[in-house]
């Protein structure tokens, strides 16, 4: 058995689980992708217009190769062999080739002129949504070693700090949307809604430089730990505080905030979830345990910042909400790869099988399904908070649900519409992440392509029942009086959404009065995005997937 990831953040986060170094294609302890680890030569290939060798004639030959033992994959020796760039090169070219989604719309241009890094980045399709949104969003790579300590052990270098993103260019706005528990952030007293001034001397709003931009973010992606970067933050009241962040390897609690609110519908759990990566098995299953002992009849799950993970987890998760009962036998989810594979799966080789709803907690260090049974709650109504974050496994668990005819009642805003998935893939010290499947519920719909919207009255079926709110900057998460909880306890007692909801994710009171000092200039440079689907570092990266062991 072999899971694999679908692309949130964390991160994907979601966010996110395994896989990396070793040659692996996703999986927690190695194992060789289709092809083998490499039987070509050292000798730097040609690109031919139009041909494809097989990937195994260039994989693992690096131009820089690592040595001595993985300690993510049994501490085995690194494949890696010398090559060059152009091995790395091609041995991409023809791995996607093979597995990408949309591999007809690949251009195929000569890659002698690209660094490896450019010539992946170009390796998507060009192609555009309904919406005019690019299809592809979702393609990125990541250090392997990082991405293991993260998807493995949920642990990061950093300050412990989950942004909401509105602007990366002038007039930038990043607010915090939560620190992690025991972080420097959050030691600090960072708080909710906190607003970046200045990073280092550097004004974070209107700084139009290279320089000034370069400085920032040094600041906001430290390289290693204990490095130190000044802050000046103003706080939603209007204080404004200065500070010293040292960075941290971080460990993510993916799982927060679990409560039982009383309310006149009855009891209503809360939980906070933000990433479904492997650390999130058991707090799951402890926050389940504890709802079904208190007997809610409601219950709330706070995805608004849950970037994906594993889809393998995003299907424990919705049978522990459900149960056989609502089940019936139905599964989770279905992969469709490219027209190349239409029976079979092109990573692992395997005959193409549905995704069911996990009725047993797995081992994800050795990819095998226990015979411990999880807990279920039986509930036929599941209250999700989201926003433009919720992403990859957590788009799957509303579809999943919903293929089960179970009533999703979502409240927020449009989610950020990934209905697809990949294999992490390590060459050389990177692990690469490109599209290969899309999934469908078990009533064959997968069409969300431009997110899932709150509406009273749905119409279409990209459409979700439930109400659009404003993400609430001035109350911690799992506060009742917290806009989107209170939102859905509202509609849990009531039947509908309350008078005040908003479509506006941008809450006005919540600007600085220099965020509006200089237009808005697009041609000043940008600073990283920390929940961008390609340049994200964190544990929410945009990754799920599960093959069925």
């Known amino acids: 058995?072999?899971?694999?990831?679908?692309?949130?953040?964390?991160?994907?986060?979601?966010?996110?689980?395994?896989?990396?170094?070793?040659?692996?294609?996703?999986?927690?302890?190695?194992?060789s992708s289709t092809g083998g680890t490499g039987s070509g030569s050292a000798t730097a290939p040609v690109w031919t217009a139009g041909v494809y060798n097989s990937?195994?004639?260039?994989?693992?030959?690096?131009?820089?190769?690592?040595?001595?033992?993985?300690?993510?994959?049994s501490n085995q020796p690194y494949p890696d062999k010398a090559g060059s760039a152009m091995h790395e090169k091609m041995w991409l070219r023809s791995w996607s080739n093979r597995t990408y989604l949309w591999y007809r719309e690949l251009p195929d241009r000569d890659p002698a002129s690209y660094t490896v890094a450019a010539y992946f980045a170009q390796l998507k399709?060009?192609?555009?949504?309904?919406?005019?949104?690019?299809?592809?969003?979702?393609?990125?790579?990541?250090?392997?070693?990082?991405?293991?300590?993260?998807?493995?052990?949920?642990?990061?270098?950093?300050?412990?700090?989950?942004?909401?993103?509105?602007?990366?260019?002038?007039?930038?706005?990043?607010?915090?949307?939560?620190?992690?528990?025991?972080?420097?952030?959050?030691?600090?007293?960072?708080?909710?809604?906190?607003?970046?001034?200045?990073?280092?001397?550097?004004?974070?709003?209107n700084d139009p430089s290279q320089a000034g931009v370069n400085t920032l973010n040094a600041g906001l992606f430290p390289a290693a730990s204990g490095e130190r970067h000044q802050f000046k933050f103003r706080r939603t009241d209007g204080t404004e505080y200065s500070l010293t962040l040292t960075a941290a390897n971080v460990a993510s609690s993916p799982v927060q905030n679990v409560k039982v609110l009383n309310t006149s519908a009855g009891k209503l759990g809360y939980m906070q979830f933000n990433s479904f990566i492997t650390p999130a098995q058991p707090q799951l299953i402890s926050a389940v345990q504890q709802f079904r002992d208190q007997a809610v009849s409601n219950l709330v799950i706070d995805l608004r910042y849950n970037g994906g993970g594993l889809l393998a987890l995003s299907s424990q998760l919705g049978y522990m909400l459900t149960g056989p009962n609502i089940i019936q036998n139905r599964y989770f989810e279905k992969m469709q790869f490219n027209d190349k594979y239409p029976n079979t799966n092109p990573v692992t080789g395997a005959s193409l099988a549905a995704?069911?709803?996990?009725?047993?907690?797995?081992?994800?260090?050795?990819?095998?399904?226990?015979?411990?049974?999880?807990?279920?709650?039986?509930?036929?109504?599941?209250?999700?908070?989201?926003?433009?974050?919720?992403?990859?496994?957590?788009?799957?668990?509303?579809?999943?649900l919903r293929g089960v005819d179970a009533e999703v009642i979502l409240i927020g805003d449009?989610?950020?519409?990934?209905?697809?998935?990949?294999y992490p893939e390590d060459n050389c010290g990177t692990t690469y992440f490109t599209i290969q499947f899309s999934?469908?519920?078990?009533?064959?719909?997968?069409?969300?392509?431009?997110?899932?919207?709150?509406?009273?009255?749905?119409?279409?079926?990209d459409q979700v029942k439930g109400c659009a709110v404003a993400d609430d900057f001035s109350h911690a998460l799992g506060d009742p009086?917290?806009?989107?909880?209170?939102?859905?306890?509202?509609?849990?007692?009531?039947?509908s959404c309350p008078v005040s909801a908003s479509s506006s994710t941008d809450n006005p009171s919540l600007r600085s009065d220099s965020r509006s000092a200089v237009p808005a200039l697009l041609s000043t440079p940008a600073v990283r995005n920390p929940n961008d689907r390609v340049l994200n570092q964190s544990i929410r990266s945009p990754i799920h997937e599960q093959e069925q062991p």
Not at 176 to 201: F, H, Q
């Open 1 to 31: 058995m072999k899971f694999q990831f679908w692309l949130s953040l964390v991160a994907a986060v979601s966010m996110t689980a395994c896989g990396g170094g070793g040659g692996s294609s996703g999986a927690s302890t190695g194992g």
């Open 55 to 73: 990937e195994s004639q260039y994989k693992d030959y690096c131009a820089n190769p690592r040595s001595g033992a993985d300690p993510y994959n």
């Open 125 to 205: 399709t060009e192609q555009s949504t309904a919406s005019s949104a690019a299809k592809d969003q979702f393609h990125f790579t990541q250090d392997t070693a990082s991405y293991n300590q993260q998807t493995q052990s949920g642990v990061s270098s950093g300050y412990g700090i989950e942004w909401s993103v509105q602007s990366t260019t002038v007039p930038r706005w990043f607010q915090v949307a939560y620190t992690e528990p025991n972080s420097p952030a959050s030691n600090a007293m960072v708080k909710r809604g906190d607003i970046i001034l200045e990073i280092d001397g550097v004004d974070f709003i």
């Open 355 to 400: 995704t069911p709803f996990y009725s047993k907690q797995i081992n994800y260090e050795q990819n095998t399904l226990t015979s411990t049974s999880l807990p279920n709650l039986n509930l036929s109504r599941i209250f999700v908070l989201a926003t433009g974050n919720t992403c990859s496994a957590s788009e799957a668990l509303i579809n999943g």
């Open 414 to 422: 449009r989610t950020c519409g990934k209905p697809y998935g990949f």
């Open 439 to 461: 999934g469908i519920n078990a009533k064959g719909f997968g069409d969300y392509a431009d997110g899932f919207v709150p509406t009273p009255a749905p119409q279409f079926d």
């Open 481 to 495: 009086a917290e806009a989107l909880l209170a939102s859905a306890v509202e509609y849990a007692q009531s039947g």
